[in-house]
Structure formats: structure tokens, C-alpha cells
């Protein structure tokens, strides 16, 4: 079964649109590659700025680091 390369990303995204940021940040942690939080970093960048956003981001970035 093929699945699309944004998938994880989107489930993830899903999870910090609904505001379980702890969720997302376990499913970050053991993310399947770089490319995955790549992703996930573009479809953050294109929500509002919020305080938990950035800090979510900040989070993204040290684990793609």
C-alpha cells in the first residue's frame, strides 16, 4: 500500500491544530526521517503565529538538528 510522503506531516499538523502539542511533540520525537520534520516544518510555517506555535517550532528544529 502506497502512502503519500506528507502523511505523517499531516497527522502530525492535525494533532497541533486540535491543541494536543504534547501529543505532537512525542510523535516528533520518534519521527520516520528528516524529511518527515521537514515537512512538518513547512505546514507549520503556514499557521498564525501563536506563542505555543513558536515554541513548537523551536522544539521541531532542535530535533531535526
Known amino acids: 500500500m ?3 510522503k506528507n502523511e505523517w ?3 502530525v499538523l492535525a494533532l497541533v491544530q ?3 502539542v ?3 511533540k512525542a510523535q516528533i ?3 520516520p526521517t528528516v524529511g518527515d520534520i521537514t515537512r512538518l516544518q513547512s505546514l507549520l510555517d503556514q499557521l498564525p503565529s501563536t506563542p505555543a506555535l513558536r515554541q513548537l517550532q523551536a ?3 532542535e530535533e531535526r538538528a
Do not use: H, L, Q, Y
Open 18 to 20: 486540535s491543541g494536543n
Open 9 to 11: 506531516a499531516t497527522k
Open 2 to 4: 502506497a502512502r503519500t
Open 59 to 61: 522544539f521541531v528544529e
Open 29 to 31: 520525537k520518534v519521527a
Open 22 to 24: 504534547d501529543a505532537a
